[in-house]
Every structure is written in C-alpha cells, then in structure tokens.
C-alpha cells in the first residue's frame, strides 16, 4: 500500500477558538491528534482526542466565548452546521427553543491520502460502490479521496454532491483533496435528491460521488442515476450489509426485498416454507465495502449474490483486505454469525459414496428429507464409533456436552450450525460432499425431465423455478432433444426457462 499523508489545516481551526482557550490548545503535545473542541455554555470546555478528553479551562464557557467562534465562521445551515472556507473543518451548534446558539462541537477535518489504495482496483472497474460502517471509521475520508483518483488519476468527469460541505469543505472554492472534481452544494438536506438529478441531467458526469444516503427520495435518486449508466460512489447509514438488508427504507439500495409464496411442489423441491424471502430487483450498487476500522476492509463483490444467499440462510463469503497488503481468506466474516465449520481434523476417511452422519440436536426428519432430495448416499446413525462426522447446532455445542467432547477426542469432524433449518442442514451437506451452493446439475435435470413427460402428456406448457444461465442452456437443449420448444422469461435473477409443446412454437 502507499504511504498516507495528512493535510488538516489545524491553524485555521486554531483561529476561531477564543485566545485563552487556543493558547492551552497550542501547548498540548498531542495536539496533531485533536478530534474536537466541544463549547456547552455553562460547562467546561472539553478537548477531544481519539481516547481521552482534557479540559480547556476551569472556567465555564461563557456567551461571549461562543459568539466569539460564530463571528468567524461561515453561516449555519438548516442542519444546524457550518464551516471554515476552503477547510474540511465542521462546526455544529445546540440552540435553545428560541434558537439561539447554546454549544458548538468544532470538529477537526482531515484530508488523509492513500487511503483509496487499499480499494483502488475495486473503484476502477466503474462498478457503482457503497461504503458502509460505523461512525468515525473514515467513510468520508475515503470517499472524499475517490473523487480525488477518479477525477486527477483516471481523467473522468466527476461531481461530488456535497450536503453539508463535508467533502469538500466550506464556501464557494472547493478544497484541493477533492482534485479536479467538481462540487455541487445543496441547499438543504432535504434537496439532496433533487440536486442528484440535476447533476445528472445538467452537468454529464461520468461517477457521482454522495454521503449519506438516508431518505427514501435519495434511494429512489441513485436507482435512477444507476440506471442512466453513471457510476454512482455513495456511503450510507448501517455498519453491514445485513443492517441494510433488514432497513425498510435502504434496503432497495441493494435491490430489494419481497416475500414470494410458493407453490407446495417447489417448497418441497427447495426443502423450505411456502413463503420466503427473495430479492426484489438488481441492486443499485454492484459492489459494498464495510469499513470495520482503519486497517481492514469487507468487500462483497458481487451484492446480488450476496443478498440472495443471506436469504437462503447461506454465509457469504466476502474478500477481507487490511492495510499490511494481506488479503484474507474469504470466508464468514469475523464478528458475525458463527461459521459452518469443521472443529478437529479428520482422521476416518470420509468416502464420497457413503457418509455416516451422527446428529446431535438436529432434526433427523429435516436431515434425511435432505439427503433424500439431494439424492446422497449418506447414512443416518446412532453410534457415534461410527460416524464419519457429527452435525450439531451452535445453542448445543455452546453447552460442551459429553458428546460432543468425545467426537472431538475420536477425531470425528464436527459441524457446527447457526440454527436447525433445512436450509442450514442442506448447505452442511453440501460442504461435507464438496457441492456447489446452489442444487446440483443432476437434480435439476431430473426436475426438468420430469416437467418435460408432463408437457408431453398433457399438451400444456409449464414454468420450471428460477436458475442461472449455465442451467437455462443445459434446459433448453434438454427440451430440444424431447421435440418440444422452450423460451426464457422475466428479468434475472428470477428468469426462467418455459416448456412448451410442440405445435405451440412459432
């Protein structure tokens, strides 16, 4: 990675604060750390750094100190925030009822470059991106650098929609850290997507660079602006991509989410209930970053397919970049859900043909309609000598039962799952068999030769479930080979192949 270097224009800060409070500032020998001078009238002054807080002065912050920080600073906006021209810093006020300023939080900006490195690749395949995570990780700091690379390194046109003049700071001139872009201001929060929309339709823009994506009107927004082809670099509120999945207003930045009712025949076929959860529509950004701190990164490359396996109970398995240049194993991220996997390593062979499961807290009707449907060849026992391994649930294996401390003894692999749900059971079973995620080829053809001798009897067509394109193509020359026509319909990733007969093909 590149080296970082910070520009962060303390002095103008520095300016603002009255004399006798500045001169203590000036003499702390941390001061490079500052986060941010807080001013409650009636309380001490506090000065902020990343784990402790000093006070500026016994004294309390008297009206004439804060009238002293707003006389010197740029006009307050309907959010209550202002700034220092042609700096990154923001200063936010508390009013009374009346209105009246009553405390100020003058919050230190910093321009930090080469932090965009770490996801540099990431941003120069003109996917659209969206960065998450909590608080003061870095998300505009990140951001405001992107502009910068997208707009010096990568020659396009870019506009940054700047709500509270975060990003490229106070007043008319933008600052250096955003590069060539250009800077849009708004004139409240809630025109943020009304400006959106004009950038597009006003300006050309090749990306569009926006923080904090939060009302329903800005979802709706960036949908639009995705669709005309710009490439769209936003942040939003939620630290996850599971807490935006789960929030009624965001949730459409990642395409969406509707239940579908099923009919009996495919509830059985995918071993699930009649209503489940399925992604709405192709999301808005292609590609996610979660932010977890300073040093490392969460990214699902591809959002579609990991929204759809988060809804079939699958654990995603993002890539974890850090700073030290390492790339992680991609696999269940930490901090989240327990992870499917094996505790000890295998010493009794397990054979591809035949496979003794030994379930502990899992339900022996969901696993054996799951090995049935699977078509395996796998063996439910009682004996634990033997098992060549043991499925268990994670409220079980918490407990350390005797079981489950002799298993590991005898070297028996044991899995752990999140909950007893056929879908969790269906993707151990997968794991165990080295099968892909998603239901294997042969059962699938077996499905849909079945649906092709029910158009052959009945002389009606039928609708086969949902599947990927390499499945469709495999369909439709199965469905040639019969003599019948078939077509695909509807919009991925709920497309699906549609048998018909014969003398219906025109």
Not at 132 to 137: A, D, F, N, T
Not at 200 to 208: A, C, D, K, S, T
Request: hydrophobic share 35%; charged share 30%; proline share 7%.
């Amino acid at each position: 990675m590149g080296k970082q270097y910070i520009v962060d224009d303390l002095g103008e800060l520095l300016k603002v604060i009255p004399p006798e409070l500045r001169d203590k500032l000036e003499r702390m020998e941390q001061l490079s750390e500052l986060l941010e001078v807080v001013l409650d009238l009636g309380r001490q002054p506090e000065a902020r750094f990343p784990n402790s807080y000093i006070y500026l002065s016994e004294e309390p912050v008297t009206k004439e100190q804060i009238n002293y920080v707003v006389s010197r600073i740029g006009d307050f906006g309907p959010d209550h925030r202002a700034g220092i021209t042609r700096t990154l810093h923001r200063i936010s006020s508390l009013v009374n009822r009346r209105g009246e300023i009553i405390g100020l939080t003058l919050r230190v900006g910093r321009a930090i470059f080469g932090t965009v490195d770490i996801i540099r690749d990431v941003i120069e395949t003109g996917k659209s991106i969206l960065l998450m995570g909590k608080p003061g990780v870095g998300k505009t700091t990140m951001l405001r650098e992107v502009a910068r690379v997208l707009a010096d390194d990568l020659n396009k046109r870019v506009i940054v929609v700047d709500t509270s003049n975060e990003i490229a700071g106070d007043g008319d001139i933008p600052h250096p850290a955003i590069g060539r872009a250009r800077r849009m201001q708004v004139p409240t929060p809630e025109l943020q997507h009304e400006v959106m929309i004009e950038a597009v339709e006003n300006h050309m823009p090749e990306v569009i660079i926006i923080d904090e994506i939060g009302r329903e009107l800005e979802v709706m927004a960036a949908r639009t602006i995705a669709e005309r082809g710009v490439q769209l670099v936003a942040t939003a509120h939620g630290n996850t991509l599971e807490n935006l999945i789960q929030n009624p207003t965001l949730c459409d930045l990642v395409g969406g989410i509707q239940a579908v009712t099923l009919s009996d025949e495919e509830a059985r076929y995918r071993g699930t209930q009649k209503t489940v959860l399925e992604r709405r529509a192709p999301p808005t950004f292609e590609v996610l970053v979660e932010i977890k701190d300073r040093e490392t990164l969460v990214i699902h490359h591809d959002v579609a397919e990991t929204v759809d396996k988060l809804l079939r109970d699958i654990p995603p398995q993002p890539e974890i970049r850090t700073r030290s240049g390492k790339k992680a194993a991609a696999e269940q991220k930490p901090s989240e859900e327990p992870k499917m996997e094996v505790e000890a390593p295998v010493q009794r062979p397990i054979k591809p043909e035949r496979i003794n499961i030994f379930p502990y807290g899992v339900s022996r009707d969901r696993l054996e309609r799951a090995i049935h449907d699977m078509n395996l060849s796998a063996t439910i026992t009682r004996n634990l000598s033997e098992a060549h391994a043991v499925v268990t649930i994670k409220s079980q294996e918490k407990r350390k039962p005797q079981l489950l401390i002799q298993a590991e003894t005898q070297k028996v692999p044991v899995y752990v799952l999140r909950n007893n749900t056929s879908s969790q059971i269906r993707t151990f079973l997968r794991k165990v068999y080295g099968l892909p995620e998603r239901e294997w080829d042969s059962r699938v053809m077996e499905k849909t030769e079945e649906m092709i001798f029910k158009v052959l009897k009945t002389h009606q067509p039928v609708e086969l479930p949902p599947e990927p394109p390499p499945i469709r193509r495999l369909q439709h020359e199965m469905v040639e080979k019969y003599g019948l026509y078939s077509e695909s319909r509807g919009e991925e990733p709920f497309r699906r192949v549609v048998i018909f007969p014969s003398s219906s093909k025109k």
